[in-house]
């Protein structure tokens, strides 16, 4: 979520704490139990977007690093056998095809690992009779070429899922303005109508309603946002 957004969410849950803790204030206005049980379950819903926003952003790129561990893990074998054949054979132009570090599979650029995978792909296949004395089989080969092909998916996933983050945002962007809505156009009204009996409940509620800058605040400067006023309005005209 957007900085403002995160702000905007906790002045939601404030709202929602001082409703909750003075309950006996506006159960009276069954209007406000509606507005407020709306109100309630949009948070709900936006907590529930953000956290799989969250999780959407989080998980692609834990995936990615698992994946190419355990590709450097399966090729660093292969990547050896071949060495050691390749000095054997007294193979110098082979050898030095595969003199690279194996941290390149999994920290260097991703197209240049794609390119070293399928390298030694490629060289094990053209001497696997050979290899076999090395430790190499088919099946060996078969395995690496099956991770490979799995990071090359896995590289292409971000784009899924940042049609998927997209997704989220709009419905977190939808339920927010509709929030605004029922605090601006219901509630907002509502406690004014209570003011006069629950100054207390009126007072702590438009409290709440400051949208609170999260970010350290710089010297001189305001913290809270500057598209809320410090005060809302509470319908009382200003003095002229």
Do not use: C
């Not at 003075?22 to 309630?40: D, G, H």
């Not at 290899?131 to 292409?156: K, M, P, V, W, Y």
């Amino acid at each position: 979520m957007k900085k403002r957004d995160m702000n905007k969410l906790s002045m939601y849950r404030s709202v929602l704490t001082v409703i909750d803790n003075y309950l006996t204030s506006w159960s009276v206005l069954p209007a406000f139990q509606i507005a407020q049980l709306l109100f309630k379950e949009n948070v709900t819903q936006i907590e529930s977007y953000a956290q799989e926003q969250r999780f959407i952003t989080l998980n692609s790129g834990t995936m990615k690093r698992s994946k190419r561990k355990s590709v450097m893990e399966l090729t660093i074998p292969v990547l050896s056998a071949i060495r050691a054949y390749a000095d054997s054979e007294g193979n110098e132009a082979l050898y030095l095809e595969m003199k690279f570090a194996p941290s390149r599979l999994r920290y260097g650029n991703i197209h240049e690992t794609m390119q070293l995978l399928n390298l030694v792909i490629e060289k094990a296949e053209e001497f696997l009779t050979d290899l076999a004395d090395f430790g190499i089989s088919q099946g060996t080969i078969d395995a690496l070429a099956e991770e490979r092909d799995s990071l090359q998916d896995i590289n292409f996933m971000p784009r899924n899922k940042i049609v998927d983050r997209k997704f989220v945002t709009k419905q977190i962007e939808v339920l927010m303005a509709q929030s605004d809505a029922l605090l601006v156009e219901r509630l907002d009204h509502l406690v004014r109508v209570l003011k006069s009996d629950e100054l207390e409940f009126s007072t702590k509620y438009f409290d709440a309603r400051i949208i609170v800058d999260l970010k350290t605040p710089k010297s001189n400067s305001d913290d809270h946002s500057p598209d809320i006023p410090d005060q809302p309005d509470d319908g009382t005209p200003e003095a002229a």
